[in-house]
């Protein structure tokens, strides 16, 4: 009853509370979705820091770093056991030195909630809610043992981290008019390991009862669109409208892990909408991702991942999207995976690799992602640091134009799925064949202007398999139907009017520039070697560039 009373005051002082004017907020253009601060499309160019680097006297002599590598965003860890270290006595002096250190440095923030679960666990989790299991239970494996996972299925649970959530969210209402808090995470990574379902006696009776009505009917209602995965797993147990879990979803992990994604989204559900109920900014929830060959229980089972997608979002609609912590080399297929049905791409935490910088370029360009943030971003170092100032710099000056042209079919990015796929990527846009290949860093002991020969010495080493090459992509903006921008690295594009014929492609001017406050600086006109006499657009290895485009026909 305490933990209602003090939810319900602290619901009563936002009623009479004034929200901001530019409060962030999401909106749709075309088929994207733009993030909005102070009224404006906003990129994230972000950097989630390491799980124990958010205290602000840790971290007040990184914020140098963090700006000479063109960031505008940190993503910052806000942890339950710091901010409530008494049950009902609130400490936000982590909370708001970080907004007043962000503010000094030009810097937004996104802020992670690390609540009932972080990767999976509950260590986060105040001391008087761990060592009272009685009152706050645990999950439990099939053998009856608790597990180091606050269970689902207690209300205690749920209400007690919705109380501080909502004591979080008033306090930036109250302390952060400016809104330099941008997003919010609800809780981190969620997920069961090492089994693919909790086996408490509460989720034991669960999961024997009724599938819940809503799950099914959203199912039924959005069958044509549901992921092909999910799909599959309901068929295969028969398709029913209704039953047990075990009778709607089939008796093995893949069904447990469907019970399991319910019921923490609908435990995630009330936790949002507690915060959002006091200061309604946009809000997600992040998944780790799944190892080739791995089955439920062996991964983090059941938080938002692809195949779940549709559950979490019958569960949890006051989460406005879901995003995929990206640490494998796929980038573009996981990325990929959470722009279905029109899911709004933020990547919260991604590698650090030198690869990072040409991914981000990707995300922008071809899924018109709202952010990209590299984990543990204030431990990067060279040459990977290097490689992301260089990408972000690029994104500083493109936002304007990006902004402009995203979810209106104008955009597009360049990645090489692998170092080992040597077949041009191919992107066609308007009237013409893009065909794209990648080239990463020549070894250094070729001199500049030599044609590099790729022989059985040099080849792994510029092909991206050993240490020291440079990682190669980038993006494409379309500035009208003959006219492109070309932003990245590595890259060597060459040209086909679309709808075949005799016609061929020409290239009429390749300038090299930089924007400037939205406007184009030209710098110097390439022809010649660098255009391999008018046949090709190259962005050398080794350094990221801007280049403008004008093609032509003839035949």
């Not at 501080?164 to 306090?171: I, K, T």
């Not at 040409?358 to 995300?363: E, P």
């Amino acid at each position: 009853m305490k933990t209602f009373r003090f939810l319900l005051v602290v619901l009563s002082l936002s009623a009479i509370g004034l929200r901001g004017a530019d409060l962030p907020a999401l909106r749709k253009q075309g088929t994207a979705t733009q993030l909005i601060v102070d009224g404006q499309p906003f990129l994230a160019r972000g950097g989630e820091l390491g799980n124990s680097s958010g205290e602000p006297d840790y971290l007040r002599a990184s914020w140098p770093k963090l700006k000479a590598m063109n960031l505008n965003t940190v993503v910052a860890p806000v942890y339950w056991d710091v901010l409530e270290p008494v049950e009902g006595n609130f400490d936000f002096a982590t909370v708001d030195g970080l907004i007043a250190d962000a503010r000094a440095n030009g810097m937004r923030l996104v802020l992670l909630w690390f609540g009932t679960w972080k990767n999976s666990m509950s260590c986060y989790a105040p001391a008087w809610v761990k060592v009272d299991p009685t009152r706050f239970p645990r999950a439990q494996d099939s053998a009856g043992r608790g597990m180091e996972i606050l269970s689902p299925f207690s209300a205690v649970n749920r209400d007690t981290d919705a109380r501080a959530f909502a004591a979080l969210m008033h306090h930036l209402k109250t302390s952060d008019a400016a809104h330099t808090v941008i997003l919010v995470q609800v809780e981190n990574e969620i997920g069961m390991i090492p089994e693919a379902r909790d086996h408490s006696p509460a989720a034991e009776k669960a999961f024997a009862a009724p599938v819940p009505p809503a799950l099914v009917d959203y199912l039924a209602q959005h069958r044509a669109q549901l992921a092909p995965e999910l799909l599959a797993v309901w068929n295969a147990a028969g398709g029913k409208a209704s039953g047990t879990w075990a009778e709607v979803f089939g008796a093995g992990s893949a069904g447990e892990e469907i019970f399991m994604a319910w019921y923490f989204a609908t435990y995630t559900q009330a936790v949002t909408a507690a915060g959002k109920a006091e200061l309604p900014l946009p809000m997600y929830a992040n998944a780790a991702l799944i190892r080739p060959g791995y089955q439920p229980g062996q991964y983090p089972s059941a938080g938002p991942l692809p195949h779940l997608i549709d559950v979490w979002r019958a569960a949890a609609p006051a989460l406005d999207f879901l995003s995929p912590d990206i640490y494998f080399q796929d980038f573009s297929h996981w990325a990929g995976l959470y722009t279905r049905g029109g899911n709004p791409l933020f990547i919260p935490e991604a590698m650090r690799s030198p690869e990072a910088a040409v991914n981000a370029l990707y995300a922008f360009g071809a899924l018109d992602a709202i952010g990209f943030c590299p984990f543990s971003v204030e431990s990067n170092t060279e040459p990977a640091a290097g490689y992301l100032t260089a990408s972000f710099d690029l994104v500083r000056q493109l936002t304007p134009l990006l902004v402009e042209k995203q979810g209106r079919g104008l955009t597009a990015g360049f990645l090489q799925e692998s170092v080992e796929t040597k077949q041009p990527q191919q992107v066609r846009l308007g009237n013409w064949i893009f065909h794209v290949s990648f080239e990463r860093a020549a070894p250094p002991q070729l001199a500049d202007g030599l044609a590099v020969v790729i022989g059985t010495e040099n080849s792994a080493l510029a092909a991206g398999g050993r240490a020291g090459a440079a990682p190669a992509g980038g993006l494409m903006v379309a500035l009208g139907d003959d006219e492109f921008l070309f932003a990245g690295i590595g890259l060597t594009i060459t040209f086909d009017p679309a709808g075949g014929g005799r016609d061929q492609a020409g290239l009429l001017s390749v300038e090299e520039g930089r924007y400037v406050d939205g406007q184009w600086r030209h710098v110097r006109r390439l022809n010649g070697d660098q255009t391999h006499q008018g046949r090709h657009v190259r962005l050398e290895p080794g350094r990221f560039a801007i280049q403008r485009v004008k093609l032509y026909r003839y035949h």
